[in-house]
């Protein structure tokens, strides 16, 4: 089993190049971003070069607007979509990420955003493709994200069925799924195939994976012994300190912070 580092909140008062650096030094094996866009690209190429770690992926922007996060599911805001869609795989392509998350945004589940999110689903396919990378969507709760289009994992997979692109995955949030439908292990292995990256965190905290109505010490085995063999991305919000914070992941024989 491998872990990433989700740096959107993990050593949220560090740098992006030290917060890389800081991962390597606690054992992850790969890091993973939200929206590194200030950051110069020759930064994040250098300290990923130092520590040899992959980066796995980075969001589009959420959008300008109030009460905007993210662009694609909304109808009359293509040319905007597009344009963080494009941001997004031009900075993933100079930093050698592999995955972009195109985020929907706040829509009303109807016909009409239905068939923005899949227009410009394709789009970003078709983008990603001369680039190899892949290109994730990710269902988000309605507690934390009220009248984010996209919630269910169902309804992900009927996505991808329509926008019918080898390169569209899906990110299963074990977080946001539990949170909005429950029954983890089961909506895993039911769209095992179509899953191109897995977040955990604490439900209903967010916080370290060792507290909270999921036991992630028997969950993140089964998922693997299922055959995933991706990486675990540690997408949670600390209690305190991140470095204080990580005795679950040294409970896995990761190496502990250097002194």
Not at 103 to 109: F, H, L, N, V
Not at 198 to 227: C, H, K, M, N, W
Request: proline share 5%; glycine share 8%; aromatic share 10%.
């Amino acid at each position: 089993m491998r872990f990433s580092a989700n740096l959107g909140f993990l050593w949220p008062e560090l740098s992006l190049p030290d917060a890389i650096r800081r991962a390597y030094g606690a054992g992850f094996e790969a890091v993973e971003f939200h929206w590194p866009f200030a950051v110069p690209v020759e930064e994040v190429r250098a300290a990923l070069a130092e520590t040899g770690l992959p980066l796995l992926g980075l969001n589009t922007r959420k959008g300008d607007q109030d009460g905007d996060f993210g662009l694609a599911a909304l109808s009359g805001r293509k040319e905007e979509a597009r344009a963080a869609i494009d941001e997004a795989i031009a900075y993933a392509t100079q930093v050698n990420a592999r995955a972009v998350h195109v985020m929907a945004g706040r829509a009303e589940e109807n016909a009409g955003a239905e068939a923005a999110f899949a227009e410009n689903l394709a789009y970003a396919c078709s983008a990603a493709s001369a680039h190899q990378l892949t290109i994730l969507i990710e269902p988000i709760n309605h507690h934390d994200v009220p009248g984010y289009f996209l919630s269910r994992i169902e309804q992900a997979a009927d996505l991808i069925e329509r926008v019918g692109a080898n390169n569209l995955k899906i990110m299963f949030d074990c977080y946001h799924v539990q949170r909005m439908q429950g029954e983890l292990l089961r909506r895993f292995v039911d769209h095992k195939a179509l899953i191109g990256h897995v977040q955990f965190a604490a439900v209903p905290t967010r916080a370290e994976p060792d507290e909270g109505d999921i036991s992630f010490e028997r969950l993140l085995p089964e998922l693997y012994d299922s055959g995933y063999r991706g990486f675990f991305g540690a997408e949670y919000r600390p209690r305190s300190d991140t470095d204080e914070g990580l005795g679950w992941l040294h409970a896995y024989g990761k190496a502990k912070p250097a002194s």
